[in-house]
């Protein structure tokens, strides 16, 4: 089993920007595995925001998002990070961070290629 943890969510207001953290425990093997952020705001679907390869070597974003995003890890401290700028109100949701041992290439854009999830945080951008 993996546990997942993120913090960092809040108040931001539009423009503003926030770095969420995602700490893993439990499996050592988590270390390599593809970890994501997927984010749901009220009344939608779960969607992709962006992943990490457990090297690093390889980072995937959602097309909308490349650029104002960005994913790094440390497998030093078990932990995934999503540094957010320029936020817009749109991004309000709730964030989640996931793990994932088998998905390769465009399948780390699915919800479905991964086997643990955190609890989210909430991130709210105010106009």
């Known amino acids: 089993q993996v546990q997942l943890l993120e913090s960092g969510g809040g108040l931001v207001q539009a423009g503003g920007s926030l770095r969420l953290s995602c700490a893993a425990s439990g499996r050592t093997s988590n270390n390599y595995a593809t970890m994501g952020w997927f984010r749901q705001a009220p009344g939608k679907e779960r969607e992709f925001v962006t992943a990490?390869?457990?090297?690093?070597?390889?980072?995937y974003y959602a097309d909308s998002l490349k650029g104002r995003f960005a994913i790094s890890r440390d497998n030093a401290k078990t932990a995934v990070y999503l540094q957010m700028n320029t936020l817009l109100p749109e991004d309000t949701a709730v964030y989640y961070c996931?793990?994932?041992?088998?998905?390769?290439?465009?399948?780390?854009?699915?919800?479905?290629?991964?086997?643990?999830w955190g609890q989210g945080t909430q991130v709210t951008v105010s106009s």
């Open positions: 990490i390869t457990w090297d690093s070597r390889n980072t």
């Open positions: 996931a793990s994932s041992l088998y998905c390769t290439g465009y399948g780390c854009r699915s919800a479905d290629g991964y086997s643990y």
